[in-house]
């Protein structure tokens, strides 16, 4: 079982900046993939951004250029940098861990509580 806890939501002018964390209960990174979701009012979940295993970044276009996913290992700590926030990034934001059945023997998918990020002036 893996609980992950995110934090660092809040409320930010458009054009600044936030950073939201995850933490892991247990070291997770060197085999689970760690993923960032948004959803907004009314709206589906979606993809923000995830990293690899291998440390491999990747980002949704709506946020490519202005996010930045990173972790601390020693902290079991996934981070996301959230530059040049927009009135549309406004979410709850959502932390996930994945590990497939074949690296894992089966699937394991876990989510955090989420955090909320309101953008306006």
């Known amino acids: 079982q893996v609980q992950l806890v995110e934090s660092g939501g809040g409320l930010v002018q458009p054009g600044g900046s936030l950073r939201l964390s995850c933490a892991a209960s247990r070291s997770i990174f060197s085999i689970y993939l760690m993923r960032w979701y948004r959803q907004a009012p009314g709206k589906q979940r979606e993809f923000v951004a995830y990293m690899s295993s291998n440390g491999i970044a990747s980002y949704a276009d709506s946020v490519k250029g202005r996010f930045t996913i990173s972790r601390d290992n020693a902290k079991n700590t996934v981070y996301l940098q959230m530059d040049s926030v927009k009135p549309e990034d406004t979410a709850a934001y959502y932390c996930?861990?994945?590990?497939?059945?074949?690296?894992?023997?089966?699937?394991?998918?876990?989510w955090g509580q989420g955090t909320q990020v309101t953008v306006s002036s």
């Open positions: 996930n861990a994945y590990c497939s059945n074949s690296k894992c023997g089966r699937d394991f998918n876990y």
